[in-house]
């Protein structure tokens, strides 16, 4: 197994400040949906949490998800995410970093969100962190980051098992949220009952 560094694999890019290309005052040129903070966690992405601006201002390819692209928050705990299909066009703002152009034939991108996502990866770029910001990364450390490159049918292996347990906690927090609902409105109804009497 070799190590190489995150840079040699792929192009890392700094996301955008949504504030220097969203109307205030300015003639809307288009309407753009851009990832926020909650939007981003734990491998996956929450659509709930997608937010819609119009712009001003037009905004470079490179600043927009493309598949097979991977997010990563700058912030703690460092998530990343692995853009599918459906999340393309999304805008990266200043707090994500976008990782871009990995070949295929040396690295699977799950097994490459899945190892960002571990909490070996989170705790070097905690430690490594050489911001002035506590819990900041600057790009340059994302890229020095070190990646270990098992043989690939590993890193399928590795990849499949992410994706399958990012899918399922996707599932698990809609179950959780709907029985969250019921119980509300079987308190709800009790408390209605009572004020009828």
């Known amino acids: ?18 504030s220097r290309i969203e109307c205030k005052n300015e003639e809307k040129i288009g309407t753009l949906n851009v990832l926020t903070l909650k939007a981003i966690s734990a491998g996956k992405i929450d659509t709930d949490y997608i937010q819609s601006i119009d712009i001003f201002k037009r905004v470079a390819e490179t ?34 970093c976008l990782i871009r152009g990995g070949q295929a034939e040396i690295i699977n ?5 899945g190892y960002l996502n571990s909490s070996f990866a989170k705790e070097y770029l905690h430690t490594s962190n050489s911001s002035s910001a506590a819990s900041l990364l600057k790009i340059r450390d994302i890229r020095k980051l070190p990646i270990p490159l098992p043989r690939m049918a590993e890193q399928l292996a590795v990849g499949d098992v ?16 709907q029985e969250m609902c019921l119980a509300n409105n079987i308190v709800m109804d009790s408390v209605r009952e009572v004020f009828k009497r």
Do not use: W
């Not at 190590?3 to 949504?18: A, H, K, R």
């Not at 899918?167 to 809609?174: M, V, Y």
């Open 1 to 18: 197994m070799s190590v190489i560094e995150l840079d040699e694999l792929v192009e890392v890019i700094s996301g955008i400040v949504v």
């Open 63 to 96: 600043k927009l998800t493309q598949q097979g692209d991977i997010i990563m928050k700058l912030n703690t705990p460092y998530d990343s995410v692995y853009i599918e299909k459906e999340h393309e066009n999304l805008l990266v703002p200043s707090f994500c």
């Open 109 to 113: 991108p799950y097994y490459l969100v």
């Open 162 to 177: 992410f994706k399958v347990c990012t899918q399922r906690q996707l599932i698990l927090a809609k179950i959780m949220e």
